[in-house]
């Protein structure tokens, strides 16, 4: 049995398509992520799987019933799927216990096990005033799963959260995707954040569902050059560079991840322009016959100046 369907969907902002006319449908238990820039329309299209925003056209099937929208019901939602936005708000002048227990329909042993998945056991004495941005949204995602959703909605979890609280916060969905089962749809801008995480990748751009994929597939095989930004770097080959890298030459424009330059014994000379140190890797831009190109590598301590050789192989290609 199809889990959700998402059938024809359309929604517009004044004369702008926010949403037009996307498809799509979803098994018990898969992690979907739904990637574009901003105002691609990713945070609408959540909210009408939601039933917070009404459509202007199409339907959403939850377990093959319709997912009433706001004109249908009075109070916006779905029982069985919760959502949390990216302005998420705690009630003031509470104990983390209090808003939780109010939450709660679940016995105390779950509720604990939700708790420690979502990090924030050793904030239950804590007041909502005294919490940082990264500790409130890990309480209202709590309060979110304890009472008991079959679809969890995430509208952008990652934004507005310095390093250390994002590294938590992705800790804390994929422990709760895995330990709970929990289905999950998850909204970002920025595509490198949910390649590790995903079953399926939805890649919008300017209301329009413009590529669906494995995080395998939209990374190494996208559909633009777009999606391919969305997800990192790449160079671009003219047919010229091409030709001289010895490459099947293409009417298309040939792409090239940065990681799938190689430093070989022989090829074609490059020159170091300019080195960028990351911790584990580093960022390398060659010059190679008056282009530009950009070679990740593991740290080698590469100077300005350095020469060496590089190749392309044809399967590492990706076109556009």
Request: glycine share 6%; hydrophobic share 40%.
């Amino acid at each position: 049995m199809v889990f959700l369907q998402v059938k024809e969907l359309s929604k517009k902002n004044g004369e702008r398509t926010a949403v037009d006319a996307i498809s799509f449908s979803m098994e018990v238990g898969q992690k979907i992520a739904i990637a574009g820039e901003t105002g691609s329309g990713k945070t609408t299209l959540l909210k009408m799987i939601g039933g917070f925003i009404q459509p202007d056209s199409g339907e959403v099937l939850f377990e093959n019933k319709k997912v009433l929208s706001p004109l249908e019901q009075l109070i916006p939602g779905h029982p069985f799927i919760a959502y949390l936005s990216q302005h998420f708000e705690l009630r003031n002048n509470y104990a983390v216990h209090e808003l939780l227990e109010m939450a709660s329909k679940l016995e105390e042993t779950e509720a604990q096990k939700i708790f420690s998945v979502c990090q924030v056991e050793h904030l239950l004495q804590r007041r909502t005033n005294e919490l940082s941005g990264g500790e409130k949204q890990r309480i209202v995602l709590a309060m979110q799963l304890i009472k008991k959703p079959k679809l969890l909605l995430l509208d952008e979890p990652f934004s507005n959260l310095d390093a250390i609280h994002e590294r938590t916060i992705q800790q804390v969905i994929h422990d709760v995707c895995e330990q709970f089962h929990t289905s999950c749809i998850l909204v970002s801008h920025d595509g490198k954040d949910v390649l590790s995480w995903a079953d399926t990748i939805l890649v919008m751009k300017e209301g329009q569902l413009i590529q669906k994929g494995t995080p395998q597939e939209i990374y190494h095989q996208p559909a633009t050059l777009y999606c391919a930004g969305l997800f990192g770097s790449y160079n671009v080959l003219t047919p010229a560079l091409q030709q001289q890298f010895h490459l099947t030459a293409s009417n298309q424009t040939a792409c090239i991840r940065p990681e799938k330059i190689k430093r070989t014994d022989d090829g074609i000379a490059a020159t170091v322009q300019q080195v960028r140190f990351y911790g584990m890797y580093e960022q390398v831009l060659l010059s190679v016959n008056g282009a530009m190109l950009e070679l990740l590598q593991p740290v080698q301590h590469t100077k300005p100046g350095d020469e060496f050789f590089i190749s392309i192989a044809q399967e590492d290609l990706f076109y556009c």
